[in-house]
């Protein structure tokens, strides 16, 4: 893994924080922000794929979420991290509870599982917004 990356964690790292880890990446590009961007979750299964709606939403994007397998936090993923977005605040104090000094914050976003691609969309345009409203707070950690 790179020297600095960003964190994004969901539930089960099959939606939200693939999701968010992948429009971080197009978004950073695009912004000149030369850093690495992984996804976990803090139940998830290893080498599960990201949903299918979730792969639907992201194409639309552009982005191909197609090779995405999913991972479970560690504490070792959470030190190395410059940054940590949760997607809850939930996911936040599970977060601290495994690596408390870790530079993490909570998104806020609401667990599109279970529901039709258009639920996945509006998901996808609340965590492009929060990533481009954190953008000087990134630049930051790194």
Known sequence: MSDKYVLFVCTGNT?????????????????????????AGVSAFDGQSASQHAITAMHEEGIDLQQHISMRISAKLLDNAALVFAMTNAHLIAIQSICPHTNAVAFDVSD???????????????????????????????
């Not at 939606?15 to 996804?39: D, G, Q, T, W």
């Not at 279970?114 to 509006?122: E, K, V």
């Open 15 to 39: 939606c939200r924080s693939p999701m968010a880890a992948a429009l971080a990446k197009s978004i950073f590009e695009e912004n000149n922000i030369h850093a690495a961007v992984y996804s």
């Open 112 to 142: 599109p599982f279970g529901g039709d691609l258009a639920t996945y969309r509006q998901t996808a345009a609340e965590i492009k917004e929060k990533i481009l409203s954190n953008l000087e707070k990134i630049r930051e950690a790194l």
